[in-house]
């Protein structure tokens, strides 16, 4: 396991209020940060955990409504830190096109930068033969791979950008996969371990039969 957030302060300060902010600009946010497969990517895992909610090129004028929102915030999270996910929303919700524009051609050089490094990251995660995740520093999931979601067959619509790490290992631990304990206690200490930064390493046997290796390497910039 390599290691993304309680909701923001962002939807109390200005999803509440009046905005004309559009699909069309949330998803000019994801391409341009995130490129244009990984957006894509993550609208279709949008779609699944929020019970069939949609965005369509059809629906690029529509408002953008406060689950999306809630959603692209903590995608870009993952890649461009919290703050700055939460200033770049904001200018869509506040000032619509023409402001929102200006800002992503400010970051342009950087948003390249940005999704070379993604694509480069999501290709090498998906050509190893083990179950990867990535967290970031504030223990939150930022990337995966399918062979992890087949290890461990998590809920549909459970495995998302910004789902807090410590919300898949309670439902590991719940199905016995962080072995014998107490659910809290067994939460607790692999937290304290990414909190910490500490590597960390388990061998748990399942059911089946199979014997599953877990391990945790710190990254430099926190997370794992």
């Not at 995740?133 to 504030?138: L, T």
């Not at 590991?172 to 910490?196: S, T």
């Amino acid at each position: 396991t390599a290691f993304v957030k309680p909701r923001s302060t962002l939807q109390e300060h200005t999803i509440g209020r009046h905005h004309q902010a559009t699909n069309g600009d949330m998803l000019l946010l994801l391409r341009t940060f995130l490129g244009e497969q990984r957006a894509s990517q993550l609208l279709e895992f949008f779609a699944a955990s929020e019970r069939g909610m949609k965005i369509t090129e059809a629906m690029r004028e529509d408002v953008a409504k406060r689950e999306f929102i809630d959603f692209v915030e903590r995608s870009l999270s993952g890649v461009l830190g919290a703050a700055t996910a939460r200033s770049l929303v904001e200018a869509a919700l506040r000032d619509r096109r023409l402001h929102l524009e200006e800002v992503v051609h400010f970051f342009d050089d950087t948003t390249q930068a940005l999704q070379t490094q993604q694509s480069i990251l999501f290709s090498s995660l998906e050509n190893l033969a083990q179950g990867i995740s990535v967290v970031d520093a504030e223990l939150r999931l930022v990337a995966w791979n399918k062979r992890y979601l087949d290890l461990f067959e998590y809920p549909e619509g459970m495995v998302k950008p910004g789902q807090p790490i410590a919300t898949l290992i309670r439902y590991n631990a719940e199905r016995g996969e962080c072995g014998p304990g107490e659910i809290d206690e067994l939460v607790a200490k692999r937290l304290n371990y990414m909190q910490m930064g500490s590597p960390h390493r388990f061998i748990r046997r399942r059911g089946d039969g199979r014997v599953i290796e877990m391990v945790g390497n710190p990254l430099p910039n926190g997370g794992f």
